[in-house]
């Protein structure tokens, strides 16, 4: 068996995702994981975000811990889960989550979106240094979330 035989179904997946064809995109996700050597991070990473477009988040946040089991790098799982966290309403999660993928990468520009909308979400927020050129991040003291709270600035 070719070792990227997975890979078509992979392509094909991304392109039913792209047309909004969820459903059928789960079913070549799922051909692509049993083409594919076993525990591959990356399928699971995909599937767990078509199964978040579908709405089916419960399996969803099973697939991004499973895939950052494997592979504890990949950024856009962190952001996956931050994401999860946020809808779920819990800021702290989401939080660790994206400061997670920031340090992964840290000048990522999706991570970094995710960590400003995560901030928007907690509560009694206390400026510190951030480590990413010109942004002013924040740090949680204590406080149940409250949208609206400030988040990030840009030093002039």
């Known amino acids: 068996l070719d070792p990227r035989a ?3 179904a992979m392509a094909s997946a991304r392109a039913l995702i ?3 064809e969820v459903d059928d995109a789960l079913i070549e996700y799922r051909r692509a994981m049993s083409l594919a050597p076993p525990n591959n ?6 599937i767990a975000l078509a199964f978040h477009y579908a709405g089916k988040d ?3 946040a099973k697939l991004t811990k499973q895939a950052l089991a494997l592979d504890n790098t990949l950024v856009n ?4 889960q931050a994401e999860l966290a946020l809808e779920g309403r ?3 999660t989401a939080l660790g989550e994206a400061d997670a993928a920031l340090a992964v990468s840290p000048k990522n520009g999706a991570a970094l979106i995710a960590r400003t ?3 928007r979400e907690t509560a009694r927020l206390r400026t510190s240094r951030n480590l990413h050129g010109r942004t002013l991040g924040t740090k949680i003291v204590s406080g ?3 949208p609206g709270d400030e988040v990030v600035i840009f030093a002039p």
């Open 18 to 20: 792209a047309a909004n």
């Open 77 to 80: 799982v962190h952001i996956l």
């Open 58 to 60: 419960e399996e969803a």
């Open 41 to 46: 991070p990356v399928i699971l990473a995909e």
């Open 6 to 8: 997975w890979q078509p």
């Open 117 to 119: 909308d995560d901030l």
């Open 144 to 146: 149940k979330p409250q």
């Open 90 to 92: 819990d800021g702290m």
